[in-house]
């Protein structure tokens, strides 16, 4: 079954039932699978890009229940202050600033263009910001269309949006985990006008909470839809449920080491030549644990991201900050050739 898998991946054939199968299959079967798919479709490098995450707020007014980092410490940067930490991942040779943080009803289409134009006139640097889930409020509060704040958003300098917000893309899971958020439907069509404006952007899934494995596979399906629709999506970031000061911690204590790895192989094959690239969050899940996962499928290992206060609340033990000659290190520790890129994967 597993070599038939192999080709059918590449073909794009893969369904549904086949990705449910492979989640009981030989494991160690599957992840030669994937990691032979992996050499196949994008070879033995190993991306990474050189970034920081600005987190403007930890006050928000949607409260999902997964959340660690609402009014974790309680603040709001001002403009002056973002652009201060810019300066700090530009004094590093930082391409990425990944831009977002808690949403709150004066956060206006007009206040993150006013932000975005404050920050493009003076750095050149790619801001990688937002969610569909900020995209739809600050739509709501600034009374127009979804469509029109990410024309507005991308002519202040917006380069390309954030794949988060999507947890978990099934509405029984989502009314659980994060009733205060959008839709599948609304996820899928914010993503989708991004798409058409020109605004790459990646996708993403927060496994290891309330979802079954079959939830997870709807979710992937979803997104190879869009995909082989638009081809709007850079990669995949799969992202492991934290249980660390949160609510929904309470009831889950998140993946295990197998689902962990096991999401990034099925990931590979059902996205096959849909989605080359395949997301490591380090931050997550952890260095040894990643270097694994880079076995199992997965060929980017994210970015060294200078401050992930959202990660670090909800418990993750390997710091907030890589930099370059540790990504490089970790990646000549697996055999693989490291390759810094861009938020677009072109090479530095």
């Given at each position: 079954?597993i070599?038939?898998?192999?080709?059918?991946?590449?073909?794009?054939?893969?369904?549904?039932?086949?990705?449910?199968k492979?989640?009981?299959?030989?494991?160690?079967?599957?992840?030669?699978?994937?990691?032979?798919?992996?050499?196949?479709l994008v070879?033995?490098e190993?991306t990474?890009?050189a970034?920081k995450?600005?987190d403007?707020?930890?006050?928000?007014?949607?409260g999902?229940?997964?959340?660690?980092?609402?009014?974790?410490?309680?603040y709001e940067?001002t403009?002056e202050?973002?652009?201060?930490?810019?300066?700090?991942a530009k004094e590093?040779?930082?391409?990425?600033?990944?831009?977002?943080?808690?949403?709150?009803?004066?956060?206006?289409?007009?206040y993150?263009?006013?932000?975005?134009?404050?920050?493009?006139?003076?750095?050149?640097?790619?801001?990688?910001?937002?969610?569909?889930?900020?995209?739809y409020?600050?739509a709501?509060?600034s009374e127009?269309?979804?469509?029109d704040?990410?024309k507005?958003?991308k002519?202040?300098?917006?380069?390309?949006?954030?794949?988060?917000?999507?947890?978990?893309?099934?509405?029984?899971v989502?009314e659980?985990i994060?009733?205060?958020?959008?839709?599948?439907?609304?996820?899928v069509?914010?993503?989708?006008?991004?798409?058409?404006?020109?605004?790459p952007?990646t996708?993403?899934?927060?496994?290891?909470?309330?979802e079954t494995?079959?939830d997870?596979?709807?979710?992937?399906?979803i997104?190879?839809?869009?995909q082989r629709?638009?081809?709007g999506?850079?990669?995949?970031?799969?992202?492991?449920f934290?249980?660390?000061?949160n609510?929904?911690?309470?009831?889950?204590?998140?993946?295990?080491?197998?689902?962990?790895?096991?999401?990034?192989?099925?990931?590979?094959i059902?996205?096959?030549?849909?989605?080359?690239?395949?997301?490591?969050s380090?931050?997550?899940?952890?260095?040894?644990a990643?270097?694994?996962?880079?076995?199992?499928?997965a060929n980017?290992?994210?970015?060294?991201?200078?401050e992930?206060?959202?990660?670090?609340?909800a418990?993750?033990?390997?710091?907030?900050?890589l930099p370059?000659?540790?990504?490089?290190?970790?990646?000549?520790?697996i055999?693989?050739i490291?390759?810094?890129?861009?938020t677009?994967?072109?090479?530095?």
């Open positions: 079954m070599e038939d898998i192999y080709e059918r991946s590449l073909a794009g054939e893969i369904t549904k039932e086949d990705a449910l492979l989640v009981d299959s030989n494991p160690f079967q599957l992840f030669d699978t994937a990691d032979r798919l992996r050499q196949e070879g033995d190993v990474f890009v970034n995450a600005i403007i707020t930890d006050h928000c007014m949607i999902c229940t997964f959340c660690s980092f609402r009014d974790h410490v309680g940067m403009t202050e973002v652009l201060e930490s810019i300066k700090e590093i040779n930082a391409t990425e600033i990944c831009l977002f943080g808690g949403i709150m009803p004066h956060m206006t289409v007009d993150y263009c006013d932000l975005i134009s404050a920050i493009k006139s003076e750095y050149d640097i790619c801001l990688h910001a937002l969610s569909p889930v900020e995209i409020q600050t709501k509060s127009m269309s979804t469509y704040a990410l507005a958003l002519k202040a300098g917006m380069d390309t949006m954030t794949g988060a917000s999507a947890e978990i893309l099934v509405d029984s989502r659980q994060c009733p205060k958020k959008v839709t599948t439907d609304e996820w069509n914010i993503i989708k006008e991004a798409h058409s404006l020109g605004i952007t996708s993403t899934i927060m496994y290891g909470s309330v494995w079959e997870r596979i709807d979710h992937m399906m997104l190879r839809d869009i629709e638009t081809g999506f850079t990669e995949l970031v799969p992202m492991t934290l249980n660390q000061n609510e929904l911690g309470q009831i889950s204590e998140g993946a295990s080491g197998m689902e962990d790895l096991k999401v990034h192989a099925i990931a590979r059902l996205f096959g030549r849909d989605m080359p690239n395949i997301q490591v380090w931050i997550k899940m952890g260095i040894r990643s270097q694994i996962a880079l076995n199992c499928g980017d290992l994210g970015g060294t991201m200078m992930d206060k959202i990660s670090i609340a418990g993750a033990s390997d710091g907030d900050y370059r000659e540790r990504m490089i290190e970790i990646i000549e520790d055999g693989r490291p390759v810094e890129r861009t677009t994967y072109e090479r530095v």
